[in-house]
């Protein structure tokens, strides 16, 4: 069993930045995969990035791509997500999920947290 807890949203200009943690209680985590994903109001949740427990391989949605960067610290038990050029497209509640082989698709995710704001304004 593995509970995620994100926090480090806010309130950001278009062109700042923000970095999202995300912490997780379970030993299981740091075998875990783990992704950041996020919903628009009015749209479904989307894949942002995913790394897998090793933090050796990540991926990143096009849209994000070279400005945001998915990272892992398995000796604290902790996901981030630091984003940089934030766009007000990028403006969603953000979540953390984890399951044990990492995956781009949102629906085989087991565990998730319950989400962060993150608002760009333009």
């Known amino acids: 069993q593995v509970q995620l807890v994100e926090s480090g949203g806010g309130l950001v200009q278009a062109g700042g930045s923000l970095r999202l943690s995300c912490a997780a209680s379970?030993?299981?985590?740091?075998?875990?995969?783990m992704g950041w994903f996020r919903q628009a109001p009015g749209k479904e949740r989307e894949f942002v990035a995913v790394?897998?427990?090793?933090?050796?391989?990540?991926s990143y949605a096009d849209s994000v791509k070279g400005r945001f960067t998915i990272s892992r610290d398995n000796a604290k038990n902790m996901g981030y997500l630091q984003m940089n050029s934030l766009k007000p497209e990028d403006t969603a509640v953000y979540y953390c999920?984890?399951?044990?082989?990492?995956?781009?698709?949102?629906?085989?995710?087991?565990?998730w947290g319950q989400g962060t704001q993150v608002t760009v304004s333009s």
């Open positions: 790394i897998d427990w090793s933090g050796g391989i990540t």
């Open positions: 999920a984890a399951r044990a082989i990492v995956s781009t698709k949102t629906a085989l995710y087991d565990y």
């Open positions: 379970g030993r299981t985590f740091r075998t875990y995969g």
